[in-house]
């Protein structure tokens, strides 16, 4: 009858003085632990082992997605800031660390991955010959011993293998962030004109009024309140309205509810009438798509609401047409129509960008933040304006960089960043400002003022482009 385990087996050898365990007291104890749970507590081992790895794994692939938008925004950097040389190269360069870096992550989660599957299929097979062992009662061989040694010492290895790996790659992340601090410049304070502030406190209250204004408007009203607490600054209920009615509709309609959208816009219908705006319609359309998206179930509903459509037939008369034509496939389903394209998630998201957009035009707000408007257009002008400090300072020509409202040259910001006309003088070639407007002649030429006063003589003045004389003071001045 077989025995549970060998009763005469091998006792546990003990310890050398060193404290070291050798792999033939590993052996010689493993022997005496087989019927005793040594195989259980190394699959456990293994087990966790595996576990830790999945988890480290997970944070590696958290990690890579991280640079990997790091990656992107600097991609986006490179090219927003429009310039060539030096500045470009130097994009590349923390590019490249960037690729080495992703690249690193990629491997080494697959390489962890490999490695812990073969070494779980490995210890699955000796747990196995070691279970059969157990159950049929004969001592442990001294082969079986020598492999569950190897076992343990792969084990080890293994783990030490990736821990090497992965300190490899803390190091290739501390390259990144050498690579950025060689390559930019980061001390940009110089390239603002000491004159531009009145005071140290006006250039906070500014800038934590801009900030508080684009966490309203970005929908963070709590962070918003707590920064006003924190800062004393005085925010009006007036000033905080506006967005938090337009927060309040947006909400809603990420939650896919139209129903405050729709009442603002019926609300405010004359007002948007006048800014030629769709809103309206397009609200409407969406409510009618959902209830196509109910099914022959809703089709008398659908009709009964497509009565809403009446007041925009003129304006709107094909996408009625449409809508209203893909009733005939309502039974059928919509999904598998040529209308399938009204059920797109796509409209939701176009209709959250025209109810900012015609609700920041009527509330009198931009429907980009200041602060990001601000950010984005030093992106473009930072690198321009750390050149012009560098030649400013190199041939010691301080003087150039003097005024508060102007910079020593213009800067191409893009289409994308023009807000307003602008009228440069033909005369001087410069910009006009409020200090310098453009005048109207009475011949019909339009020069700036101070291109007017040079032009002065003896009372008279001759027009640059004809041969007209005229009084100075009849010119008029034009607002753009």
Not at 156 to 167: C, F, I, N, P, R
Not at 315 to 324: D, K
Request: aromatic residues 6%.
């Amino acid at each position: 009858m077989a025995q549970d385990g060998p009763q005469d087996g091998p006792t546990p050898v003990e310890l050398p003085a060193g404290g070291c365990e050798t792999d033939d007291s590993k052996s010689q104890g493993l022997r005496g632990e087989v019927g005793g749970g040594g195989a259980e507590r190394l699959w456990t081992e293994l087990q966790r082992e595996r576990q830790q790895g999945r988890e480290q794994a997970l944070l590696f692939e958290q990690e890579r997605r991280t640079w990997q938008e790091e990656k992107n925004r600097v991609l986006r950097y490179q090219r927003e800031i429009q310039v060539g040389g030096p500045e470009m190269e130097q994009c590349a360069c923390v590019e490249r660390e960037l690729d080495k870096v992703l690249q690193k992550f990629l491997s080494y989660g697959q390489h962890c991955e490999k490695s812990l599957e073969e070494l779980l299929h490995y210890v699955s097979q000796l747990r196995e010959e070691l279970t059969s062992a157990a159950l049929q009662g004969t001592p442990l061989s001294a082969t079986l011993s020598v492999v569950m040694s190897q076992c343990c010492r792969k084990i080890k290895d293994t783990v030490q293998k990736l821990a090497s790996d992965h300190k490899d790659i803390h190091s290739s992340v501390s390259r990144v962030g050498k690579a950025i601090d060689r390559n930019f410049d980061a001390e940009i304070c110089g390239v603002v004109s000491d004159t531009v502030w009145d005071s140290r406190e006006k250039q906070q209250q500014i800038l934590q009024m801009a900030i508080v204004e684009h966490l309203y408007q970005q929908g963070m009203l709590n962070v918003a309140e707590e920064l006003c607490q924190e800062s004393t600054l005085n925010v009006d209920l007036d000033f905080k309205q506006p967005f938090l009615e337009l927060n309040r509709i947006l909400e809603a309609l990420h939650e896919q509810d139209l129903r405050p959208a729709l009442d603002w816009a019926i609300s405010n219908r004359q007002r948007l009438l006048e800014l030629n705006s769709s809103l309206e319609f397009k609200l409407h359309r969406l409510h009618f798509i959902r209830l196509l998206a109910g099914g022959p179930e809703k089709q008398l509903e659908a009709l009964n609401y497509a009565r809403h459509f009446q007041p925009f037939a003129r304006l709107h008369q094909r996408e009625i047409q449409v809508m209203m034509g893909s009733l005939v496939y309502l039974r059928l389903g919509i999904e598998k129509s040529p209308y399938c394209h009204l059920l797109d998630n796509s409209h939701w998201a176009e209709i959250c960008e025209t109810f900012t957009r015609d609700a920041c035009a009527l509330l009198g707000l931009s429907v980009e933040s200041p602060l990001s408007v601000s950010f984005a257009s030093g992106c473009v002008a930072l690198p321009v304006l750390m050149n012009i400090k560098a030649v400013i300072e190199q041939r010691q020509c301080t003087g150039v960089w003097s005024h508060k409202d102007e910079l020593p040259i213009e800067i191409e910001l893009g289409m994308k960043c023009w807000y307003h006309s602008v009228f440069a003088c033909p005369i001087l070639r410069q910009q006009t400002s409020d200090s310098n407007p453009p005048i109207k002649l009475i011949c019909g030429h339009v020069i700036s003022r101070d291109a007017l006063n040079k032009l002065i003589n003896g009372g008279k003045l001759k027009c640059p482009y004809c041969p007209m004389e005229q009084n100075p003071a009849d010119g008029k001045r034009i607002i753009f």
